[in-house]
């Protein structure tokens, strides 16, 4: 793809999405988010993102539920030369789940997070960043499944002490709410707060043996579900 400018990609991810090419949507955002050069999407800039790799990522988990559905109907008519077959092509849908997630989860780690300087954009992408950690947590096994469950957590957990936070902020007087020390102070108290609640689900949690998988899911779609 050759090298466009901020406006450009804006223009071409709209007009990707107009004609539902929403890979190529992606990869345009994908890319003026590093042309950005640091500096924060505006909220048009940030919701386009969000919808491409919405559209992206709801084809994928459609097909993933799909094919999962039929791999355990073969496997209850004892079609194994048909499930050998279903389980490779799961397995390509999940490689490209992998790989969607991966990539959003990276945007947001190297560029959007750092970069966002408003609470309200913060929130957003800790929100996205649970949400694809959560999309992840749906097709892994083992330890996979359990760290992505604990990423989703981590993530809510910040964007929900973000919003209480700035909750508390607005019942204060104009110069407390102007002190950059209390709103630290503020957000310190609330991630203080959830990182024990944390603790405390998760040594419970790792203590239930074949419950973890269940308690992992309770507490993810408690929190979020699509």
């Given at each position: ?8 990609y ?14 190529e949507?992606?990869e345009y955002?994908?890319s003026?988010v590093?042309?950005?050069?640091g ?15 919405k ?6 988990r ?21 499930v ?10 999940e490689?490209e ?41 749906e ?5 996979e ?20 936070a ?28 959830w ?23 309770c ?8």
């Open positions: 793809m050759a090298a466009l400018t901020r406006e450009q804006l223009y071409m991810a709209k007009l990707a999405e107009q004609a539902e090419r929403y890979e949507m992606v955002m994908d003026l590093v042309a950005s050069g500096s924060e999407l505006s909220v048009e800039e940030r919701n386009l993102l969000s919808v491409a790799y559209n992206v990522i709801g084809s994928l459609a097909a993933w539920r799909i094919v999962s559905s039929i791999e355990q109907k073969e496997e209850g008519r004892k079609n194994d030369d048909h050998v077959l279903v389980k490779d092509y799961r397995s390509k849908v490689k789940l992998s790989q969607v997630c991966a990539g959003i989860l990276k945007v947001l780690a190297d560029y959007l997070i750092p970069s966002a300087a408003s609470s309200e954009s913060k929130v957003f992408y800790l929100k996205m960043k649970g949400d694809y950690h959560r999309y992840m947590a097709f892994k096994a083992g330890n499944r359990k760290e992505a469950a604990e990423d989703t957590m981590l993530a809510y957990k910040a964007a929900q002490a973000f919003e209480e700035i909750a508390e902020l607005d019942t204060l007087g104009e110069e407390s709410y102007k002190d950059s020390t209390l709103i630290m102070q503020l957000l310190r108290d609330n991630l203080t707060l990182t024990s609640d944390m603790q405390c689900m998760f040594l419970f949690a790792t203590g239930a043996s074949k419950g973890l998988q269940s308690f992992e899911f507490l993810i779609y408690v929190v979020a579900v699509d």
